[in-house]
């Protein structure tokens, strides 16, 4: 590839929350690319692509050990933020009200406790931004407290089905402060990319001067 670096998915077990991680670390920088729309310009292929082959005494898994090291903790950070981001904002609260009106739950009592349930390992609330739940975030946010409980049970029904279509509806579930670990996180597929110079010549960066290189070390041709 043109930009060389190591790409890893890693996996949530399905029991957990299945959440599929991207992360593609350039050689010359630790912080990765994350958006998998990016990961994928970095690592796609034709099919006419073929594998460079690396110097017989080089073993790719060499450049690994890094790059995993660096997500398992870069993902137990984000873990972490996103725990102290669980404070109750507007859209929390609203929810709490509602849901502790018994008129509500005399109209939707399997709806009442499903969101009951959620709502204990809720994720943060800017994690509700995908386009089937992002607008209903927003009408339970501006819902008068006072509401018809129908208009209420309408909307909190709409929450639900939002949650549910965007795989929301199974919210992480772990001990208070455990984070992701290398014994949660599966490692689904890597890949060492590299430019063709650097797999014809073997000259690969070492790891441990991998995320140190000046951006010149890297401009091989193609």
Known sequence: GKQPGVFIMLRMPEEA?????????PMDDR????????????????????????????SPFTWLKGPLHAAVDQLNE???RQIGERTEDEF???LTRFLARDDVMDLA????????????TAPPTD????????????????MPLGAPARDVVDALDALWDGLRAEGLDRPVVRPAGKA???RDLELVCWELVVTPEMAATGLIPAPEEW??????NLELGL
């Open 17 to 25: 929350s299945g959440e599929v991680f991207w992360r593609f670390y």
């Open 31 to 58: 912080q990765p690319v994350t958006l998998p729309s990016r990961v994928i310009k970095l690592i796609e292929a034709t099919r006419d692509t073929l594998r460079q082959p690396l110097p017989e005494q080089a």
């Open 78 to 80: 984000e873990y972490q």
């Open 92 to 94: 929390s609260r609203k």
């Open 109 to 120: 009592d399997e709806l009442w406790e499903d969101l009951n349930q959620w709502q204990r």
């Open 127 to 142: 994690h509700l931004n995908r386009s089937r739940v992002a607008e209903v975030v927003r009408t339970v946010r501006a």
């Open 180 to 182: 992701p670990s290398v």
């Open 211 to 216: 995320g140190t290189l000046p951006q010149r």
